[in-house]
């Protein structure tokens, strides 16, 4: 954006200085001579040269730089899909850990009830009613 704007000022830049300088020059390229090109068309003529080469010298750059976001896209989605696979063995290992928790709560009240001494507490009586330990 910045770019379109210092052009558009500097484009109103030459057209005011092409009112006031209409001299000719001569211009010879090579073996070829040109003479009485306006000093105006030789100054926007060298401005959109060097904007023409500009862009070539850039699009190889942007080129390069679309396929390395590109390249990067791909790995954050490896990324993501490595996070969902890790997040659903973390779901398994976690019920599994809930699953051992609770055979090893059951092992341990039949081993307090296999001792003579065993009193359950109320809450423990209470869940056993309800047949929910």
């Given at each position: 954006?910045?770019?379109?704007?210092?052009?558009?000022?500097?484009?109103f830049?030459i057209?005011?200085?092409?009112?006031y300088?209409?001299?000719?020059?001569?211009?010879?390229?090579?073996?070829?001579?040109?003479?009485?090109i306006?000093?105006f068309?030789i100054?926007v003529?060298?401005?959109?040269?060097?904007?023409?080469?500009?862009?070539?010298?850039?699009?190889?750059?942007?080129?390069a730089?679309?396929?390395?976001?590109?390249?990067?896209?791909?790995t954050?989605?490896?990324?993501n899909?490595?996070?969902t696979?890790?997040?659903?063995?973390?779901?398994?290992?976690?019920?599994?850990?809930?699953?051992?928790?609770?055979?090893?709560?059951?092992?341990i009240i039949?081993?307090?009830?296999?001792?003579?001494?065993?009193?359950p507490?109320?809450?423990q009586?209470?869940?056993?009613r309800?047949?929910?330990?």
């Open positions: 954006m910045i770019g379109l704007i210092l052009t558009i000022i500097i484009g830049g057209a005011y200085f092409s009112r300088v209409s001299s000719g020059l001569t211009i010879t390229i090579g073996e070829n001579v040109y003479s009485n306006p000093l068309i100054t003529g060298t401005y959109i040269l060097g904007i023409l080469l500009a862009w070539i010298i850039e699009v190889p750059q942007s080129i730089t679309a396929f390395h976001i590109k390249g990067l896209g791909r954050i989605k490896s990324g899909n490595t996070i696979q890790l997040q659903e063995k973390i779901k398994k290992l976690e019920t599994e850990n809930i699953k051992l928790h609770e055979r090893n709560n059951k092992s039949v081993n307090k009830q296999a001792d003579g001494n065993y009193k507490n109320i809450i009586n209470f869940l056993h309800l047949n929910l330990k």
